[in-house]
């Protein structure tokens, strides 16, 4: 199994799930590098994301592609 410590190694989308409201959002791969840096690491994309429906950012999933 392969593990994915920075964003920019990520080979498909990323997708982020609320924990607190259910909402996901998919972002291409493109879409987090852009939008969180390619040397962001994953711990720390999930301490900064805000869930846009509630504002919640507490037990954030995030699931990616290898």
């Known amino acids: 199994m392969t593990t994915i410590d920075r964003v ?3 080979k498909g989308p990323l997708t982020i799930h609320c924990g607190n409201c259910g909402h996901a959002a998919t972002w291409a791969r493109e879409e987090a ?3 969180l840096g390619g040397a962001c690491m994953i711990p720390d994309a999930k301490r900064v994301l805000r869930c846009s429906a509630c504002g919640g ?5 995030i699931y990616f592609s290898t």
């Open 33 to 35: 590098v852009r939008r």
């Open 8 to 10: 920019g190694r990520l």
């Open 57 to 61: 950012g507490r037990h954030r999933f």
